[in-house]
């Protein structure tokens, strides 16, 4: 009996190392995040980061080796994210919906997670180094596919002629800069910082002008 529990047993404790492992990543990835933020890959130090998510600098080498291969997965996994909020963009659904969606998605990034767009800002400001060949290849891709879909959208009368890139560069200018430029704009509004409410009514707002400029009616809800 004591046989055929071992197996089982086995799995378990396999299963608790897995959480745990993965527990342990997402505290060395929030922490690298925080770090790249504030001072950029060459200014980043794998101690800082150590100390930021409480763990001995020989863990953290355990699961990154290098602070490239670390910087690299905070970048993906941030790129990931954004892209993911796009997943409504398809051939048969409705633009307004999805575009409005996708606006929406971003800005409610912008709100909730700030420090992963600013990482992202500082590595483009600095002529993507690090992402180059990413941009180039498959967020490319991406771009295109999401275009090709948007142009089906124009050849088949559902929203006005315009450059499909063009419009996805603009939402994410209009909404990542909630996040980049988060302090500028509390400044210039007179706040400590954006509340929740300002953060929907920005949404609203910049749904409503890049939906109208396509032709589009925006959605009730």
């Known amino acids: 009996m004591a046989m055929n529990d071992q197996p089982g047993a086995d799995a378990a404790n396999g299963g608790v190392r897995q959480r745990s492992r993965a527990s342990i990543e997402r505290r060395i990835l929030e922490a690298a995040e925080s ?10 130090t794998t101690a800082e980061i150590a100390r930021r998510a409480a763990i001995p600098k020989a863990n953290l080498h355990y699961y990154f080796n290098t602070k490239e291969e670390l910087y690299q997965q905070v970048l993906t996994g941030i790129i990931g994210t ?3 909020t796009a997943d409504e963009i398809t051939a048969d659904a409705d633009p307004a919906r999805a575009l409005a969606h996708y606006i929406t998605a971003k800005i409610e990034l912008a709100r909730e997670q ?6 992202f800002a500082n590595e483009i400001i600095h002529g993507a180094p690090h992402l180059g ?11 295109d596919a999401k275009a090709k879909v948007i142009r089906a959208w124009i050849a088949a009368g559902k929203m006005r002629e315009l450059d499909p890139k063009h419009l996805l560069f603009m939402i ?14 509390s400044a210039v509004l007179g706040k400590e910082q954006l509340s929740p409410q300002d953060y929907k009514a920005v949404a609203r707002q910049v749904t409503e002008i890049i939906l109208r400029g396509c032709g589009l009616t925006p959605p009730s809800s």
């Open 82 to 84: 954004w892209l993911h």
């Open 172 to 185: 994410w200018a209009s909404t990542q800069t909630y996040a980049d430029f988060a302090s500028q704009i």
């Open 133 to 143: 060949t990413y941009l180039g290849t498959e967020l490319r891709a991406w771009v």
């Open 114 to 119: 700030p420090i992963p767009s600013r990482v």
């Open 35 to 44: 770090v790249f933020a504030e001072a950029g890959f060459n200014g980043a």
